[in-house]
């Protein structure tokens, strides 16, 4: 073992000087009694520490750390991170050269651990100038599978998928909106692990793998917000999905009102899918329980807590050019198994297969140009068959979302004022005609512009942030 750590701290020589370098490290391992071992362009520091006994941390203890200074290594940085907690494992991503590649995982023994080392390092100065962002790190598990023929129930597919990969533990099959006996054409797939999940995408990914015949679209499921438990404590708001599309908001609330007459606040439904505001946290607690699984106008309902999403914010820093390191989307932050900088793909909220679970919110979109040679092949596209991360503009968003909804395209109607040194403001009013209600389908932002384009812009990201 002393071979090998000595072989792991020789690597990253060829930038630091090899000597001062390998002594600092071999330092740090002898002071803590961690191994390091340097394998698949990670070096791997500890995993597990020296006297651990039993299985490794559960999901939810690891933080992701990103903009690390590429001559920086473990005999600087544990020291830092060891300051949460108990690290069970430091995995620093490397370059054959001997720099790191600019960011780590850091996998604590206990997830407060790791909610401490979000809250204390995350945007700290780690030298002077350079600020490191830290948030959670994602482990998925759960695969997108897409282009299954709508006919197929839950358990053909979960066992089509567990012939053709491994480690398969459950399938999501989400029904039609207007047809309950068909599926959305798509599912989720749940592995045991995330090393089993990417293996299966690695199988599935070519793109010409085939399931009854159909070839099927592969990608990493969008990752569940992370919600902490405290915040969580204080929701009394239900997710109610796999309403009838016909199915009205004064019936949703009369049904939730049977548990116990008058909790109800307020019903927002769109599409097959509601949110149900209660007056108290335990009357919505209550009424999960009673009413997850009963039937309204013949659709078996799923019933959650709904999770809280900061849209405002997050709308502010995509148009602003902002990044918080508490958005692993925003960030762009490096798939676990990639070992390349990516997004997460689709967005956590508005998804290519857009199930009704979430709000619209976009990732950070790629703006890059490529030369056009010429003799290039061109293939027509139609916008709404490529991935909502395609587009940047809120306009573009709110037009991708309503088609997804299949709701009408978003109409804009443009108003006017003058200010009070003569120049010429606009607003924009945007009508959705998709949406039943009526009261609730037209919105205007409360600021006005100087521009068409900037209106047209406001108007629709407010548009999204209510919908």
């Known amino acids: 073992m002393h071979e090998e750590n000595k072989a792991a701290a020789n690597v990253c020589g060829k930038i630091r000087s090899g000597t001062q370098n390998e002594a600092a490290l071999l330092a740090l391992m002898e002071k803590t009694g961690y191994s390091m071992v340097q394998e698949n362009g990670q070096r791997k520091f500890g995993g597990p520490p020296p006297g651990w006994e039993g299985p490794p941390p559960p999901r939810g203890c690891e933080v992701f750390v990103g903009k690390i200074p590429r001559d920086m290594y473990e005999d600087e940085l544990v020291p830092v991170f060891e300051r949460a907690g108990k690290i069970y494992e430091f995995r620093l991503m490397m370059e054959f050269s001997g720099e790191n590649r600019g960011y780590a995982f850091v996998m604590y023994t206990t997830k407060e651990e790791a909610q401490l080392a979000i809250k204390i390092l995350n945007n700290y100065e780690i030298r002077p100038g350079k600020f490191i962002g830290v948030c959670v790190s994602l482990d998925n598990c759960r695969l997108f599978i897409g282009a299954i023929p709508k006919e197929k129930k839950k358990e ?136 997850n699984g009963k039937c309204i106008d013949g659709a078996s309902i799923e019933v959650t807590l709904a999770k809280p999403v900061n849209k405002e914010s ?119 005609p998709g949406i039943a209600d009526a009261s609730q389908s037209v919105f205007m932002p409360d600021k006005l512009c100087t521009t068409v384009e900037g209106a047209k812009e406001l108007a629709a990201q407010f548009t999204l942030l209510h919908l």
């Open 156 to 291: 053909e597919i979960l066992n089509e998928m567990k012939k053709v990969t491994e480690g398969v533990v459950d399938v999501i099959v989400y029904p039609n909106a207007t047809d309950k006996t068909k599926n959305r054409g798509f599912a989720f797939v749940e592995y045991e692990s995330h090393r089993a999940a990417a293996m299966a995408r690695r199988r599935l990914i070519p793109g010409t793998f085939q399931l009854w015949g159909h070839t099927i679209q592969v990608d990493w499921a969008d990752p569940e917000k992370e919600v902490d438990e405290e915040t969580m404590q204080k929701v009394k708001v239900l997710y109610v999905r796999n309403l009838m599309m016909s199915t009205t908001e004064e019936t949703i609330k009369a049904e939730f009102n049977k548990f116990k007459p008058g909790i109800v606040e307020r019903v927002k439904k769109l599409r097959d899918y509601a949110f149900v505001h209660f007056f108290h946290r335990d009357d919505a607690v209550a009424a999960m329980s009673v009413m």
């Open 314 to 432: 997050t709308w502010k820093q995509h148009f602003s050019g902002q990044i918080s390191p508490s958005s692993e989307n925003l960030l762009g932050f490096p798939n676990k198994e990639d070992g390349h900088q990516k997004s997460l793909g689709k967005p956590v909220s508005l998804p290519v297969h857009l199930n009704g679970q979430h709000s619209p919110v976009p990732t950070e979109v790629e703006r890059c140009t490529y030369p056009f040679f010429p003799g290039i092949k061109l293939t027509p596209i139609s916008m709404y068959s490529l991935k909502s991360s395609h587009f940047s503009s809120a306009a573009m968003h709110l037009d991708y979302f309503c088609n997804k909804n299949n709701w009408a395209p978003p109409e804009y109607y443009l108003y006017s004022t003058t200010s009070q040194d003569g120049k010429i403001l606009l607003v924009y009013k945007v009508l959705i």
